[in-house]
């Protein structure tokens, strides 16, 4: 099985801060990355595929980036509406997994 | 608008049965591979099965093979998980989620997902 390690698990920022989040395949998963946002009693929300491609309605302040067994998701200036958990996800080959997770809290 | 509504959910005891229900509108049902994806309180997410467009092909995390088991109703737009012997661990929110092709591929996503069920194994 192939394990998404994130990092960190959390962190504590400003609104404006250029934020970045990294996750790290145990083996290469070539550009087959996402990565997901979720707020508090609600449903992940897909914000980015295949490492770089950015959803349609993302805002454009998250980018992705990376190959192999690294890649980071970023968030140029953080906003209000971004505090949330995120998740990376490895969809290579099954079982498809998840990283822990990312708590983006307010500073 | 494509959206998903999951039911079925409640209160089972350990060994106990549960169906899970996804009802899908917005899209052509049968040209999409589907999945259920878990969420135990307060913990991160979890891949359980998916099911191709087709229906010919299941894929289970380990830790429910053998026990769960992934359908669908083409003619109804539903997606189905039928959970047997279900163990407290099983305790979770689950989500059913669209995949972007008709079949299971490296490039690959979830999305969207329902609002999920709530399965709370307890005695």
């Known amino acids: 099985d192939i394990q998404m390690t994130q990092s960190p698990s959390s962190l504590s920022a400003s609104v404006g801060d250029r934020v970045t989040i990294t996750c790290r395949a145990s083996?290469?998963?070539?550009?087959?990355l996402n990565w997901y946002q979720q707020k508090p009693g609600t449903a992940p929300n897909l914000l980015i595929y295949?490492?770089?491609s950015l959803r349609s309605g993302v805002p454009s302040r998250f980018s992705g980036g990376g190959s192999g067994t690294d890649f980071t998701l970023t968030i140029s200036s953080l906003q209000p509406e971004d505090f949330a958990t995120y998740y990376c996800?490895?969809?290579?080959?099954?079982?498809?997994?998840f990283g822990g997770g990312t708590k983006v809290e307010i500073k | 608008e494509v959206q998903l509504l999951e039911s079925g959910g409640g209160l089972v005891q350990p060994g106990g049965s549960l169906r899970l229900s996804c009802v899908a509108s917005?899209?052509?049902?049968?040209?999409?591979?589907m999945s259920w994806v878990r969420q135990a309180p307060g913990k991160g997410l979890e891949w359980v099965s998916t099911?191709?467009?087709?229906?010919?092909?299941?894929y289970y995390a380990d830790s429910v093979k053998g026990r769960f088991t992934i359908s669908r109703d083409d003619s109804e737009n539903t997606l189905f998980l039928q959970m047997n012997s279900l163990r407290v661990e099983d305790t979770a929110i689950y989500y059913c989620?669209?995949?972007?092709?008709?079949?299971?591929?490296?490039?690959?996503?979830?999305?969207?997902w329902g609002q999920g069920t709530l399965v709370t194994v307890s005695s």
């Open positions: 989620a669209k995949n972007p092709n008709r079949l299971l591929e490296p490039r690959d996503w979830f999305d969207p």
């Open positions: 083996q290469s998963i070539s550009s087959y």
């Open positions: 917005g899209f052509t049902f049968s040209s999409n591979t």
């Open positions: 099911i191709s467009g087709s229906g010919d092909s299941t």
């Open positions: 996800q490895q969809s290579y080959s099954t079982p498809i997994t």
């Open positions: 295949a490492t770089t």
